[in-house]
């Protein structure tokens, strides 16, 4: 089946935060073959800002796909490309830690795949609300997911490490979750700069009531006001009417969701 282009509200912005001195982190946005992309450098470490930038310099090297699911293994072949690019990084520090969190958001032929590493986010707004698409690769994350913690118990606590990057270990644990694309679906990628300071309902209240382009800097501006204790990184898609009413087949390289 041909691919039918969709149309898409297309937002982003990156801030060094009013914290820290030097942004690691690095958004793609790449409408054209229809990917889009959040890295977080590893904060504490070295050359966080050259680890997220190798991602999206990789990812930004994807071609033009057939297909919806040659799409997605073209982005999984770039990130562990990206992780292997890390990896000698790290070799030429002396072995020092490099890495970073990665969400990344495909959406083709009525069809979306989110594939991340870390706990940077993509949320989907829809007509039944906000929904987190990916869950946090972290420590606390798995306490809450073993019953050793709730979530209103982990509000205040003072860190929580991830437990998956790109770049750190030889075979990078990518996690996948495909689903149907609706158009007026919109989706939010982010830094947990942005999730630290903003709740989702916010999210959902700005995403869903402004362009995307004036979402990103209105949550930015927010979470700036609120302290702004991380470098904060916002992409926002939504998905318009398809230039065609011609209905599409081809799903991504695995079973979509209900």
């Given at each position: 089946m041909a691919h039918v282009p969709s149309l898409f509200d297309v937002g982003s912005v990156t801030h060094a935060g009013r914290v820290r001195a030097r942004n690691e982190d690095a958004c793609l946005?790449?409408?054209?073959?229809?990917?889009?992309?959040?890295?977080?450098?590893?904060?504490?470490?070295e050359a966080g800002d050259l680890a997220s930038r190798i991602v999206v310099e990789s990812l930004d090297s994807i071609g033009a796909p057939d297909s919806a699911a040659d799409l997605l293994a073209q982005c999984e072949a770039r990130l562990f490309s990206a992780n292997q690019q890390i990896l000698a990084l790290s070799h030429e520090r002396q072995g020092a830690i490099v890495g970073t969190t990665t969400a990344v958001l495909l959406v083709r032929d009525g069809?979306?795949?989110?594939?991340?590493?870390?706990?940077?986010?993509?949320?989907?707004?829809?007509?039944?609300?906000?929904?987190?698409?990916?869950?946090?690769?972290?420590?606390?994350?798995?306490?809450?997911a073993d019953g050793a913690l709730s979530r209103e118990e982990v509000q205040d606590w003072p860190s929580n490490a991830i437990t998956r990057a790109v770049g750190v270990v030889a075979d990078p644990e990518l996690e996948v979750v495909t689903g149907r694309a609706e158009p007026e679906d919109i989706f939010v990628i982010c830094s947990d700069g942005l999730t630290r300071h903003v709740r989702d309902d916010e999210i959902e209240q700005h995403a869903a009531t402004r362009l995307a382009q004036a979402a990103c800097d209105d949550m930015l501006a927010l979470a700036l006001d609120r302290g702004g204790l991380d470098n904060v990184t916002i992409v926002i898609v939504r998905l318009l009417a398809p230039r065609s009413s011609e209905p599409t087949r081809t799903p991504l390289d695995r079973e979509p969701r209900p």
């Open positions: 946005v790449r409408t054209d073959v229809g990917l889009w992309a959040v890295a977080d450098g590893m904060g504490g470490h069809h979306y795949a989110c594939i991340w590493a870390g706990d940077s986010r993509v949320y989907l707004i829809n007509r039944h609300g906000i929904t987190q698409v990916s869950h946090d690769h972290s420590e606390l994350e798995e306490l809450i």
